[in-house]
């Protein structure tokens, strides 16, 4: 019998005060240093320049730490939405989303600034300059995952059959239930997150009732509210699952999910799951953050540890993906 724990937050990205901290920081050098320094105090432009920058900065890091959630609960409160009536909305907070601006600018501003006061230091302030196209490949990156045409899953062989029914762990907003609509049109769809991520606007109840409407997947989709590490589910309900995003939120009880996933699979069943894992995209995207991710070498250690087999893995869209199999001689043990 699989133990049940109590409950797991799935707020990862609490952390963006940190964020917010050292982003009000680097505005302040900006703003307060940097036009003290000899070739910047005596160019009115460049004296005036790294103000706007510092302030812009400052401004930002301060949305990104809380100012986004005030500014949602009181568009809420207006009756106001951010997108039309009929567009797609993942949901991804607008500090997730603009953190790797903020710092590209931030490189940016540091490196101009190395370079105009100690230009022996060239070698540095090009490193910064590297490091801030990095950041703002980052920002497009993740600007791009959050519309429609970017709601897509790899091309595996994930179905015993076409009107499986598929388990969405940890849906959010809906963006992997919306992609599952348009890859499986004859699939049923069980959407379960427990909608208190930090960093989707509402949690994402009400946008994933939403999206589900607008990608015309009412009949075949059911919302659920449930913990990733304590499913809702007898043993063996679901022929497929899918999770992208959301079982590397849960700490040290990621394997606790995958045995979870294994365990309301029927035998044969399979397992798609979503990833990020440490390199150059997840770096562009989240910063000094990536190096605390998890390796590939460990995900395949945890699936294994939980009981799958490996079917497949590869790249997809920056990210890592592992199509997971529960055996199909797996006993009652897992149940």
Partial sequence: MTSRKEPVSHQAHSHMWIVGVLGIAAGLALM???????????????FA????????????SIYVSGGDRIARKLATLAGATRTAPDAYDFGWATAWT????????????????????????????LALALLAACFFAGYRFVRASARYDHALLPM?????????????????????????????????IVSLDRFDSDYIGG?????LERNVRLAGLTGRVRI?????????????????????????????????????????????GR??????????????????????LSPQRDWRRMAKSAGFDIADEGMFSGVWFLLLAKPASASNATK
């Fill in 32 to 46: 307060i240093y940097v036009p003290t320094l000899q070739g910047v105090s005596q160019v009115v432009l460049l």
């Fill in 49 to 60: 320049a790294f103000h706007i920058v510092g302030g812009v900065v400052v401004l930002a």
């Fill in 98 to 125: 603009n953190g790797p601006w903020i710092a590209a600018l931030t490189a940016i501003a540091i490196a101009a600034a190395l370079e105009i006061a100690a230009p022996a230091l060239w070698p540095l302030s």
């Fill in 156 to 188: 595996v062989d994930l179905l015993t059959r076409d009107d499986d029914l598929v388990l969405d762990a940890g849906c959010g907003a809906g963006r992997t239930t919306v992609a599952m609509g348009r890859a499986f049109k004859k699939a049923r």
């Fill in 203 to 207: 949690g994402g109840r009400g946008l």
């Fill in 224 to 268: 659920e509210r449930g913990d990733l590490t304590s499913l809702p589910f007898a043993p063996e309900s679901f022929d497929s699952a899918v999770s992208t995003h959301a079982i590397d939120h849960l700490g040290a009880a990621k394997e606790q999910g995958l045995r979870e996933i294994l365990r309301i699979l029927k035998p044969g």
């Fill in 271 to 292: 397992f798609l799951l979503v990833v990020w894992v440490p390199g150059w995209m997840m770096f562009a995207v989240a910063n000094v953050m990536s190096f605390f």
